[in-house]
């Protein structure tokens, strides 16, 4: 057997999304439906970085907080084989997201979620202290991934609400980095990145691959994307439409 057949054999799937529909009824807008997935499939592989890619608008931000469990899809699945066997975050309960969160998928949002008077070296060793790894390894962790990030140690004693928006994404990424898991979602983790710390990040991607990580990430730059992604998945743009009264009932 070659090696290539090898590691086709022994590469698990890690997420399966099937037939995945998402829409929002604004109701307090007069009931106008958006259409934000429509019937979407694909899967990811351990070690495989899967990129969402399409207009702005499209859904793709909605894809990955649906693989979150932040959204609840309209229908389709999105089947997890997590260390704990596979479960489908379409219709799994909060304690089941939360278990999955805890021990399986790490998510960097687009924007850090700024908590008052905690200090970027607590906010980001804290998912490592959260999975009980005991405190001088997460935060020498911590302290590590924020100096290959190029923040200066200056910052790290301070809460990140004053940082600069690019300072800011990059506490969001040292948070989302820090634990390995073996689901890894991205949302825009460059936009506001010079050069120099895009670097950094494409770095940190193409070793969590390595790792076995399955990732699936939006990322705004072409250049990016080309050096991180093994596929595509194309997310296309749907229209919004007025529901008549009978479809809102049902809605
Ligand atoms: N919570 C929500 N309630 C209502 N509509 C929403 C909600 N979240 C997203 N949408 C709508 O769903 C559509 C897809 O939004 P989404 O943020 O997923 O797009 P995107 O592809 O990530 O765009 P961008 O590239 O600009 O970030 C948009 O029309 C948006 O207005
Ligand atoms: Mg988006």
Known sequence: ???????????????????????????????????????????????????????SGAGKSTLLKALYGNYLPTSGSIIVHCP???VDIAK????????????????????LRVIPRVSTLDLVAEPLLYAGVRAKTAYDRAAKLLSRLNLPPRLWNLAPATFSGGEQQRVNIARGFIRPTPILLLDEPTASLDAMNR????????????????VVGIFHDDDTRNKVATSLVHINEHHSKELCDAELMSA
């Open 1 to 55: 057997m070659s090696p290539s057949t090898q590691t086709t054999q022994t590469t698990q799937t890690v997420i399966e999304v099937r037939d995945l529909c998402k829409y929002f009824i604004l109701h307090q807008q007069g009931g106008i439906r958006i259409d934000a997935l429509d019937a979407i499939n694909f899967t990811v592989k351990a070690g495989e970085c899967v990129a969402l890619y399409g207009p």
């Open 84 to 86: 704990r066997g596979p």
């Open 92 to 111: 799994a309960d909060p304690r089941t997201v939360s278990m999955l969160r805890r021990t399986c998928i790490s998510y960097v949002s687009q924007f």
């Open 199 to 214: 670097k950094v990040v494409v770095e940190l991607i193409q070793e969590a691959c390595a790792n076995n990580c399955a």
